[in-house]
């Protein structure tokens, strides 16, 4: 499984950007995909996913706490993407957002994979 992300860049406070990821390979057995994100001095944290299988589905959507109101993710389940929506983006929003998936075979966990990271840059 390979996993391509799209769409970082520098932007302004209060600006938007959209991330975009995009499975290939074996995607048969990508069970779910998310958003991760590694700010300078801080480890990797989970910023935006789907709860109880239920990838794809906007209802099933989570974000973190500090992005709650600005971030929104969304994904296909069919076509093996994910994307997500940063409204009025703060320079704490700085770092490196990274794709992730985990994969399942017959109900057994099978592994999890990432994207090589795209950088997102928050001028004050």
């Known amino acids: 499984v390979q996993l391509v992300e799209s769409g970082g860049g520098l932007v302004q406070t209060g600006g938007s950007l959209r991330l975009s990821c995009a499975a290939s390979?074996?995607?048969?057995?990508?069970?779910?995909m998310d958003w991760y994100r590694q700010i300078p001095g801080m480890e990797r944290e989970l910023v935006a996913g789907?709860?109880?299988?239920?990838?794809?589905?906007?209802?099933?959507?989570t974000v973190a706490e500090s992005v709650k109101g600005r971030f929104t993710i969304s994904g296909n389940n069919a076509e093996k993407t994910v994307s997500l929506q940063m409204n009025d983006l703060k320079p704490e929003d700085t770092g490196v957002y990274y794709c992730?998936?985990?994969?399942?075979?017959?109900?057994?966990?099978?592994?999890?994979?990432w994207g090589q990271g795209t950088r997102v840059t928050v001028s004050s």
């Open positions: 789907f709860t109880g299988g239920g990838f794809g589905m906007d209802n099933y959507a």
């Open positions: 992730h998936a985990d994969t399942y075979y017959a109900g057994d966990y099978q592994g999890e994979y």
């Open positions: 390979g074996s995607i048969f057995g990508i069970y779910s």
